[in-house]
């Protein structure tokens, strides 16, 4: 079965040539032009992965993001904007979405970070861990143990100590990933190639954005802060 895909969009010029484009590229699109729409379709159908525009009249695409988010709602979502600073992007991610792309965009990096995507949630398409040496302890059958972290990937929960820790899609895979190879420097392409399936160039913010999450959930200020840079190779996660 193709994958289903929800995309709002207001603007009616992109949202019908994307439309095209994304069922050419063989994806089953139910097309809508804002947030009540999209919210009522997702409620109704829940698609496979949800392609959202950040500015709609109403409830925008922040709002449906947050709305699905706090109704345990998990699907992928691929915001599209306008907006190019850094605290903008932000904000959708604080949202929950897992990634964004920057209007005007290249149909072809639509398509790339869409397959990216659904391979995170397809079982058969989740990437395998970096392969070392100083992997960190497996307690039987389920838990990742490494620097004071437990990790389920089953249930896709995470503790440090006895604190469980709120985290998105993005964080979870990012963090199960530094946890799996604790110790080990991850160098910025190796990374994005695990967790977005693309290598968005130096340029990007995206691993920066991330990191600077997981610090904020996992820190506090009694105990040692567990990621940290190296300086133009990447990042690694370790007990001081």
């Known amino acids: 079965m193709p994958?289903?895909?929800?995309?709002?969009?207001?603007?009616?010029?992109?949202?019908?040539a994307l439309e095209r484009a994304l069922a050419l590229e063989g994806y089953q699109v139910t097309a809508v032009a804002d947030g009540v729409e999209a919210l009522a379709h997702a409620h109704k159908t829940p698609p496979d992965v949800l392609?959202?525009?950040?500015?709609?009249?109403?409830?925008d695409g922040l709002q449906v993001c947050r709305v699905l988010r706090a109704e345990g709602d998990r699907t992928p979502i691929l915001m599209l904007t306008a907006l190019v600073e850094t605290a903008d992007r932000i904000a959708g991610l604080d949202a929950g979405a897992d990634d964004y792309v920057v209007k005007p965009f290249d149909v072809e990096e639509v398509f790339a970070r869409l397959r990216a995507l659904l391979r995170r949630t397809n079982p058969?398409?989740?990437?395998?861990?970096?392969?070392?040496?100083?992997?960190?302890?497996?307690?039987?059958?389920?838990?990742?143990?490494?620097?004071?972290?437990?990790?389920?990937?089953?249930?896709?929960?995470?503790?440090?100590?006895?604190?469980?820790?709120?985290?998105?899609?993005t964080e979870f895979e990012l963090l199960e990933?530094?946890?799996?190879?604790?110790?080990?420097?991850?160098?910025?392409?190796?990374?994005?190639?695990?967790i977005w399936g693309y290598d968005f160039g130096p340029g990007s913010k995206n691993?920066?954005?991330?990191?600077?999450?997981?610090?904020?959930?996992?820190?506090?200020?009694?105990?040692?802060?567990?990621?940290?840079?190296?300086?133009g190779v990447g990042y690694v996660l370790r007990e001081d």
Do not use: C, F
């Not at 059958?141 to 100590?161: F, I, N, S, T, V």
């Not at 990933?177 to 695990?194: E, M, W």
């Not at 991330?210 to 200020?221: Q, T």
């Open 177 to 194: 990933l530094l946890v799996r190879n604790a110790g080990i420097v991850l160098d910025h392409s190796t990374i994005y190639d695990r």
């Open 124 to 169: 058969g398409g989740v990437p395998a861990p970096v392969e070392t040496a100083a992997a960190p302890r497996q307690t039987p059958e389920r838990y990742l143990e490494a620097a004071g972290l437990r990790m389920d990937p089953q249930a896709r929960r995470a503790w440090r100590g006895e604190r469980e820790l709120e985290l998105t899609r």
């Open 207 to 231: 691993l920066a954005v991330y990191v600077g999450y997981l610090r904020r959930k996992l820190d506090h200020p009694d105990a040692s802060p567990l990621i940290h840079t190296v300086r």
């Open 51 to 59: 392609v959202l525009d950040v500015m709609m009249p109403g409830i």
């Open 3 to 16: 994958p289903t895909l929800l995309l709002a969009e207001d603007d009616r010029a992109i949202r019908h």
